[in-house]
């Protein structure tokens, strides 16, 4: 059965190139330029996932998501935006979306990031206060502490929120601004750096199992893979 997509565009050109792509590639596509109009088309298609441009005339990407989260908490929510600000990833991810992707972008991502939120869909995230375990490690959220055969890793806040964000989005590619943008607040060139920087730190901390890699994605971000 293919992926039915509630695909959102205000750009009829853009928007005709993307779902003609989907659909040579057997997704199934319903696509809406007014936001006025997407909830009633939400209801009636009943879509796997719903990929929504942030600026529509008449009613916005959040709003639309909003009234979907009243209806539905489950169904995965990609927003699209040519927006950096930090306040509308943070607003996105507080209304109940499930990823971001910026403009512009390659079919391949959409198609990778859409797919990686169905693999997602009915996993419930770890809350804050747990303890998860990532392959031979034993990461403890709420103390920040991960563990090796017995040996503990005192972690800081960052590379803890690094850790649990990446191990969230696993199998899955997580975009470097987003990465920069929750966690310090803004996507310069010192905070880029600053991410490399512990990027190497946790690779090296999660060494001992060969069964975890942190894969850099060129251009775009990092994908956490438990093999």
């Known amino acids: 059965m293919s992926i ?25 596509v319903a696509m ?3 936001g006025q109009k997407v909830f009633a ?9 719903c990929v929504l441009d942030v600026m529509l005339p008449n009613k916005d990407g959040f709003e639309i998501a909003e009234e979907i989260r009243s209806v539905n908490e489950m169904v995965p929510i990609l927003f699209v935006t040519a927006k ?10 507080t209304i109940g979306a499930n990823d971001y992707i910026r403009k512009p972008f390659s079919m391949e991502e959409l198609i990778v990031r859409i797919e990686n939120c169905m693999k997602r869909k009915g996993e419930k995230a770890a ?8 392959g031979a490690y034993h990461f403890n959220i709420h103390r920040q ?13 960052r590379e803890g929120e690094l850790l649990k964000l990446l191990y969230e989005n696993r199998d899955g590619i997580i975009d470097r601004k987003e990465i920069m943008n929750l966690l310090w ?24 199992d060969e069964s975890i890699e942190i894969l850099t994605i060129k251009g775009i971000g990092y994908r956490f893979v438990l093999s």
């Open 41 to 49: 088309l939400f209801k009636s298609f009943q879509p796997d996932v």
């Open 127 to 134: 809350p804050s206060t747990a303890s998860i375990e990532i």
């Open 145 to 157: 502490v991960l563990i090796f055969k017995g040996a503990e890793k005192k972690l800081s806040y």
């Open 185 to 208: 607040g803004n996507d310069s060139f010192f905070n880029s750096r600053n991410l490399d920087v512990y990027i190497t730190k946790l690779r090296s901390y999660l060494k001992e």
């Open 84 to 93: 950096t600000q930090t306040e509308d990833v943070v607003k996105g991810f």
């Open 4 to 28: 039915k997509v509630l695909y959102v565009e205000d750009e009829l050109f853009l928007g005709k190139i993307d779902r003609e792509s989907l659909q040579s590639r057997g997704f199934d």
């Open 32 to 34: 809406e330029s007014d």
